[in-house]
């Protein structure tokens, strides 16, 4: 079936440090690929998607390019900010099958420092 | 922007007692996603809805776990009876036709 590895966590960095945070998946076919951002207490936020081969989703300095040859969906910003604190979920949806259902990693906790 | 509506966003109750949840997805949206969410995990599908229609229930612990959607629209998660283990965030989602899903902010869930 598919599935989602990412990154295994906590990552600590300083703010304006440069993030990344690997994400590699299992599927048949062609998935469309995700990045959720979920903060403390709260729900899952859709941060950025990408649907094909080379496609790169980007939002809020966030960018993450969809590698067919690798299976992987990185998730990378230049510079951290303080507010970016949060776990982390890379997630796909697989191309077969009628459900269209999401499978999440396991998530990754970032903490910022100023 | 238009968002997943969910109440209440905290409940606290005590083992064997029934509890439920309200969704109400985004207008326009077919598809209905019911998630449980076990603190330092990702979420894990229980319910999935087409229209008012059960797409998948195979991860939902039918014994004290129910759901509806009776005109398409919003939806009800029940438990029945709460046990110590069902303490968790659970997650509404919605799409408009099984894309990308969008979350409510969610209901922690507390069994005492």
């Known amino acids: 079936g598919d599935s989602v590895t990412q990154m295994e966590g906590p990552v600590t960095l300083s703010e304006e440090a440069f993030l990344t945070i690997n994400c590699t998946y299992t599927a048949t076919g062609y998935p469309s690929l995700f990045w959720y951002v979920q903060y403390p207490g709260e729900g899952l936020q859709l941060l950025l998607k990408a649907t094909k081969a080379d496609d790169k989703g980007s939002n809020k300095g966030f960018e993450a390019t969809y590698r067919k040859e690798t299976t992987s969906f990185h998730l990378e910003k230049g510079s951290v900010q303080v507010s970016d604190s949060a776990v982390y979920f890379c997630?796909?949806?697989?191309?077969?099958?009628?459900?269209?259902?999401?499978?999440f990693g396991s998530g990754t906790q970032l903490t910022v420092l100023p | 922007e238009a968002e997943v509506a969910q109440s209440p966003r905290y409940k606290i109750t005590e083992k064997s007692q029934a509890v439920a949840f309200w969704c109400d997805p985004i207008?326009?949206?077919?598809?209905l996603y019911w998630y449980r969410q076990i603190l330092g995990q990702g979420p894990e599908l229980l319910v999935q809805f087409q229209d008012e229609s059960v797409v998948d229930d195979s991860q939902l612990p039918k014994d004290r776990f129910s759901a509806e959607r009776l005109k398409g629209v919003d939806s009800t998660l029940k438990i029945q009876p709460a046990e110590l283990g069902d303490s968790a965030m659970y997650l509404c989602?919605?799409?408009?036709?099984?894309?990308?899903?969008?979350f409510g902010p969610g209901t922690r869930l507390l069994v005492l």
């Open positions: 997630a796909l949806i697989g191309s077969s099958g009628s459900a269209r259902q999401l499978t």
């Open positions: 207008s326009g949206h077919a598809t």
């Open positions: 989602a919605s799409s408009r036709y099984g894309e990308t899903q969008y």
